[in-house]
């Protein structure tokens, strides 16, 4: 067991009175209290603190204006120095004529022997077959007249 003296952890769970720990505050001591200020001091801080937080925006507004108007004039600076520096480039350049060709020309070919026009079409090879496999030969003299009269035409 402990001496009287001795701070004691577990005290409060035996019942048995606990002396107070040196190295914490005693809570049970009222802490002073901070002096309140009088009425009439309280308006004039706080007319103090508007004040002050009134001339903070005020400068913080003229450092936006100023920050604007020196991005602004940045700005015109460098339009400036570009139109100027595509003026010299194009005053470089050679001054050129558009080339004109004249009229243009339209150009028909006309496919003409003998007086009439040629007309070449192909032979339906593949149609006459198909019908003729399908018809089991007996398209096949079809084919054979159809190509005889086509030969003689040409």
Known sequence: MSTPNEYDPYAEYRNV???PNPAQPDLVKPQPQPQQQQPHDLTRVDQQQREIAERLAWEQQQREIAERQAWEQQVRQQAWAEAQRQAAWQAQQPQQQPHYAGPVQQVTVNNVVGGSVVN?????HTMHLILTLISCGMWAPIWIIHYVIDIARR
């Open 17 to 19: 009175p606990a002396v």
């Open 120 to 124: 070449v079409r192909a032979f339906p």
